[in-house]
């Protein structure tokens, strides 16, 4: 966070658009390659990291004068796992088909670099509201990046969205959309337009060098060896 | 040989038709992070391996015998602070007994704590009501099944540096899409296990 004080609406929009985490900081991309298959699935998956995110910003911020230093990561990872936990059985409570069709990747949030990142680099240091207000921006940005994805996937994959026939009577639906290649493929084509039309230079952090965990979580070292560039 | 077959399906399957990373989608910041090189493409995933298997050795006892009768709903949060406290003992261990393996693997271990294939791993071995062994060769499996995606990527990522690309395309997107075609090579694993044990 190069500005300091920004008010919360920027806070909103600024991880709406800006520093959208998908496709501008690239974070998160497990559950984003694996759970766009179909904009159901898609929409789930992003509103329950919203709810993740929302509830672990408030509470680390809240008890962000109480966290030793040393062992805060350890803290955090067991908030958000309380709160993955809760969400889980939400789902699995009221919408068994999207739990159920998320299946792994709803305990694995508890490992998504967007949580843990937001965690670390604001809701540490950033009163409770702005962290709320950092929270919705960023897993709103996330889910709308999710839509997008998966509208593509949908809609030329199995001509369908969200469960609604559109072209599949009229065009033969390319089922590799829906698998794991057209995963890769529609989620570089996507960093590739926005690359194309951000007047930034393309993103050169890839993966865990984007991270912003990077330094709590040992990529310290790497830098020193010259990886992960 | 009942037995055998069995294990050899698990293994085989992990490491081919349901890859993890290029089927699964576990572990795809370490796949796109650290496969620009082939030494430490191998060096990371035998670091995953080790921790894999050991974090479902632990896991999978402390599910059955300690929170399935209950406490079945703490999962997530009792498996991501096993492997958490599990990978720093594993660093200290190491430094002090076998510093070798520190120096080669060491920078990898915490990296690990937060990779979504080695939670992946122990919460699909559950989901899969695999017994103690089958999930010791599935965490095997999906291992390997790692090391080698990082290792074939590493190799196509090398050419690639060499590729004349086009500008917005740099970086991050033509990775993807060599990941793409990678993946899609992958594809023509599926229904080899079934084939092979007919």
């Not at chain 1, 702005?130 to 593509?152: H, N, Y």
């Not at chain 2, 594809?187 to 044990?197: D, K, P, R, W």
Request: net charge positive; proline share 4%.
């Amino acid at each position: 966070m190069a500005e300091k004080k920004m008010s919360n609406l920027q806070v909103l929009l600024n991880g709406l658009i800006r520093e959208n985490p998908i496709l501008v900081l690239v974070l998160g991309t497990c559950p984003f390659l694996a759970t766009t298959t179909t904009a159901s699935n898609a929409f789930g998956m992003g509103l329950s990291v919203t709810a993740v995110l929302l509830g672990s910003n408030v509470v680390i911020s809240l008890l962000k004068k109480v966290i030793p230093n040393t062992v805060r990561i350890p803290c955090y990872i067991v908030i958000i796992a309380s709160f993955v936990t809760v969400v889980s059985f939400v789902l699995e409570a009221y919408q068994r088909d999207i739990f159920q069709s998320l299946g792994i990747f709803l305990p694995l949030i508890t490992v998504n670099c967007i949580i843990l990142g937001r965690a670390e680099m604001f809701a540490n240091k950033n009163t409770v509201a702005a962290s709320a207000c950092d929270a919705i921006g960023m897993g709103l940005g996330f889910t709308g990046a999710l839509l997008v994805m998966s509208s593509i996937r949908e809609i030329i994959g199995n001509g369908t969205w969200m469960g609604i026939n559109l072209t599949a009577d009229l065009i033969e639906p390319m089922a590799i959309l829906k698998m794991a290649p057209g995963g890769f493929f529609v989620f570089g084509l996507l960093i590739a337009i926005v690359n194309k039309f951000s007047s930034k230079k393309p993103a050169k952090k890839v993966g865990c060098a984007g991270c912003p965990m990077a330094s709590a979580c040992g990529h310290e070292g790497e830098k020193k060896e010259g990886e992960c560039k | 040989m009942e037995l055998a077959k069995n294990m050899l399906t698990i293994l085989l399957s992990a490491i081919l038709v349901d890859n993890f990373v290029l089927s699964k989608f576990l572990g795809i910041c370490p796949f796109l992070g650290v496969s620009k090189k082939l030494d430490s493409a191998l060096a990371m995933s035998a670091a995953v391996i080790f921790v894999m298997v050991m974090a479902t050795a632990a896991t999978w006892p402390i599910y059955h015998y300690l929170l399935l009768p209950n406490y079945g709903y703490m999962q997530t949060v009792a498996f991501i602070l096993i492997i958490a406290a599990l990978v720093q003992l594993v660093e200290v261990v190491m430094k002090r007994f076998v510093p070798a393996l520190h120096r080669a693997l060491g920078v990898y271990l915490p990296l690990i704590t937060t990779n979504c294939a080695v939670l992946g791993v122990t919460v699909l071995n559950i989901d899969e009501a695999y017994g103690f062994g089958e999930s010791l060769v599935n965490a095997l499996g999906a291992g390997l099944g790692f090391m080698l995606a990082m290792v074939l990527f590493a190799g196509v990522r090398s050419r690639l540096e060499a590729a004349d690309v086009p500008e917005s395309y740099q970086g991050l997107p033509i990775t993807l899409t060599a990941a793409a075609i990678v993946s899609l090579s992958f594809m023509g694993f599926s229904g080899i296990v079934e084939g092979i044990f007919k």
